[in-house]
């Protein structure tokens, strides 16, 4: 079975600074799709970011970027510029087979003003 | 455009009993996950319903079942509940073709006492 792991339980940047959270992941396919989740206080999911791992382009939404290193079967996160609100738990998830998202257990982010 | 919306927001129950959750997908989608996110852990895929029908499933047992209606709207039922089905029960909706593009409701809390 997939399996995501983020090896970082809690990680902390200053406000306006660039932090990166880890993630790699385990599969046999060559195809297939990754994506950084934020879950803040309000409990909802929102979409950060997602990648194609038949694209070899890094993933690009505004400040925040990613580092797919497919061979390596890793998936980091880059937040630049990080603000208060981006303080939040992040999830990094790679859709399975049959479209069910594998989830890895979290990295919390605090941002310090 | 109404997101994904579930209720109730939460929920307390005893051992024993029965429970159901609800969801309705956001706009034009088709297609509704459930997932259970214990607390301090990502969220587990629980099942997935497209067309009135159940289409995949996660390591859950058969006290968690489900239902879609014609409108796509979902039940998620759990049955005898035990201490450990405490936790946060999200929704998500897509639309079969685009399942990239999945959409969070902000959950319903569970506690079993």
């Known amino acids: 079975a997939q399996t995501v792991t983020q090896s970082q339980p809690e990680m902390s940047v200053q406000e306006a600074e660039t932090v990166t959270l880890s993630c790699t992941y385990d599969?046999?396919?060559?195809?297939?799709?990754l994506f950084w989740y934020k879950q803040p206080p309000s409990r909802q999911m929102i979409l950060v970011i997602r990648?194609?791992?038949?694209?070899?382009q890094n993933a690009t939404e505004n400040r925040f970027s990613v580092n797919f290193q497919k061979a390596a079967k890793s998936f980091s996160l880059k937040i630049s510029d990080s603000q208060l609100g981006d303080a939040a738990m992040y999830f990094c998830?790679?859709?399975?087979?049959?479209?069910?998202?594998?989830f890895g257990a979290g990295t919390i982010l605090r941002v310090k003003s | 455009d109404a997101g994904v919306t579930q209720s109730p927001t939460h929920l307390i129950k005893t051992r024993g009993q029965q429970v159901t959750l609800r969801c309705s997908p956001k706009?034009?989608?088709?297609?509704v996950s459930w997932y259970q996110q214990a607390l301090g852990q990502g969220p587990q895929f629980i099942f997935q319903?497209?067309?009135?029908?159940?289409?995949q499933r996660g390591n859950f047992p058969d006290r968690f079942s489900g239902h879609q209606f014609p409108n796509y709207s979902s039940e998620l039922n759990v049955n005898a509940l035990l201490l450990g089905d405490s936790a946060l029960y999200l929704c998500?909706?897509?639309?079969?073709?685009?399942?990239?593009?999945?959409?969070f409701g902000s959950g319903t809390q569970l506690s079993v006492l």
């Open positions: 998500a909706s897509s639309l079969q073709g685009a399942q990239e593009k999945l959409f």
């Open positions: 599969t046999s396919e060559s195809d297939y799709y």
């Open positions: 990648q194609e791992a038949y694209k070899q």
């Open positions: 998830a790679y859709r399975e087979y049959g479209n069910k998202l594998v």
């Open positions: 706009s034009g989608h088709d297609t």
């Open positions: 319903y497209y067309e009135e029908e159940e289409r």
